[in-house]
């Protein structure tokens, strides 16, 4: 079925996600079915998102009659027996396989035949997923970041039974919404999630050898990498029980390839409850009158901390590249678009030099002994090469 703008727009579950994935639709004029069990929540939806259009009209950013407009087109529901008027569904409910199969079964016997179904998982398997399904190559994953309205990026990812047609149809949908579309084969992260893991694996570790302190980490990543923000920032602003769930998954998924291994100091600040900003506090002090301390603005150790961080990021790009989960381009456009890198990895890699990027890999794996820091095979038939990713 081709989508346009008067394709009727079904999303399950008003929760963060939901709620945004239903604002960008009915922006894009289309009619949206929002669908959640727990009526608290449909509240909660309906008003959060009225706050925001509200906020919109204040900064002149649309008139009132706009955001009326865009509010009206969002039905909130506690059925769906309208989704039979979908031409797409978004599912956006807990990260839950059973609870998202059950969910799917259920939509799948109210919807027309043609109608597509998207789930927006961060760390299942399209393909678990659509083992729920009768007609499984209309279904495919579709990831938008959070907050959705406002960040560009939003990964495909067909499942093995995704018809083609499905997925052009679904990409045209979401381009059309002004969104950059990267194409990633349905494996654990996708791209963005994946390629990733470093960034706070990496920091963490240089945390528990005692090379430096978070704020100091921070620092040299903002200050010297041109990061929008720190590993550590970043993941008080995630939350540590939600970013250590997805190492945790990832790893797993990798058949605990020790590349993604979890960090016992980020799971102590989730036993302990230091959730990060949502909880007052995490690596940093949120709470009133808090002091928190300084980083060491030490040139030279900054650099160590950029560059092991920045060639273990590089490897895992490599690693999406050698194994085919997207292209070079897309690997790229995701890092850079989806959690806002500064440049992208594999662009950034070029730029560096490979041999340089591969004799540091080397060195890591030399000092640790560790499987964790060996070098990609793809970096290194490049360096043999002479060649480069672009
Ligand atoms: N939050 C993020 O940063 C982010 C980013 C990308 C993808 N995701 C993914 O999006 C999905 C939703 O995440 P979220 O952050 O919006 O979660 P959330 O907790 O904000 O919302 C989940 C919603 O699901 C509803 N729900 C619970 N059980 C349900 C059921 N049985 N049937 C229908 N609805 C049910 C809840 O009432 C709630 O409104 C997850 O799969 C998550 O992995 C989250």
Redesign the pocket.
């Known amino acids: 079925m081709s989508l346009n703008q008067s394709t009727i727009v079904g999303v ?8 945004g994935i239903a604002q960008i639709a009915a922006t894009h004029k289309h009619q949206v079915y929002l ?4 009526p608290e ?1 449909l509240k909660k ?1 309906e008003e959060g998102l009225t706050g925001i259009l509200q906020r919109q009209v204040q900064k002149e950013r649309m008139t009132q009659n706009e955001g009326d407009e865009i509010l009206s087109r969002i039905h909130f529901v506690n059925h769906i027996n309208d989704f039979s008027k979908c031409g797409i569904v978004f599912e ?4 839950d396989l059973q ?2 199969k ?2 799917f079964s259920r939509v799948e016997a109210m919807v027309s035949k043609d109608t597509l179904l998207a ?6 398997s399209i393909a678990s997923i659509s083992s729920a399904l009768k007609r499984p190559n209309r279904f495919l994953g579709i ?4 907050p959705a309205p406002l960040m560009k990026l939003v990964e495909m990812i067909p499942g093995i039974l995704t018809d083609d047609q499905i997925l052009n149809n679904a990409r045209s949908l979401i381009d059309s919404w002004g969104k950059t579309t990267v194409l990633a084969k349905d494996t654990p992260g996708f791209i963005v999630n994946r390629v990733a893991r470093p960034f706070y694996g990496e920091a963490l570790r240089i945390i528990e050898e005692g090379i430096a302190d978070h704020a100091t980490i921070d620092w040299a990543m903002k200050e010297l990498g041109g990061f929008k923000m720190g590993p550590f920032e970043l993941m008080d602003l ?1 939350g540590h029980d ?1 970013n250590y769930a997805v190492t945790e998954s990832v790893f797993k998924e990798f058949y605990f390839d020790p590349r993604f291994k979890p960090s016992f100091t980020q799971k102590r600040l989730v036993e302990a409850g230091m959730l990060g900003k949502k909880s007052g506090i995490g690596f940093y002090d949120y709470r009133e009158n808090a002091k928190n301390r300084a980083p060491d603005r030490d040139h030279d150790l900054g650099m160590v901390i950029l560059n092991r961080i920045l060639v273990m990021l590089i490897n895992e790009a490599a690693d999406a590249l050698f194994m085919n989960i997207a292209t070079a381009k897309d690997i790229d456009l995701a890092m850079t678009s989806g959690v806002n890198y500064p440049k992208g990895l594999l662009l950034w890699a070029d730029e560096i030099g490979l041999q340089k990027v591969l004799t540091q890999l080397e060195n890591l794996q030399k000092l640790y002994g560790e499987d964790r820091y060996r070098p990609n095979p793809l970096l290194i038939k490049k360096v043999k090469e002479k060649s480069t990713f672009y």
């Open positions: 399950i579950g008003a929760g963060t996600m939901g709620s669908f959640d069990p727990f929540q939806s956006a409910i807990i990260e609870t998202k059950d969910q789930t927006n998982t961060s760390s299942l990831h938008f970041f959070n995630i939600v």
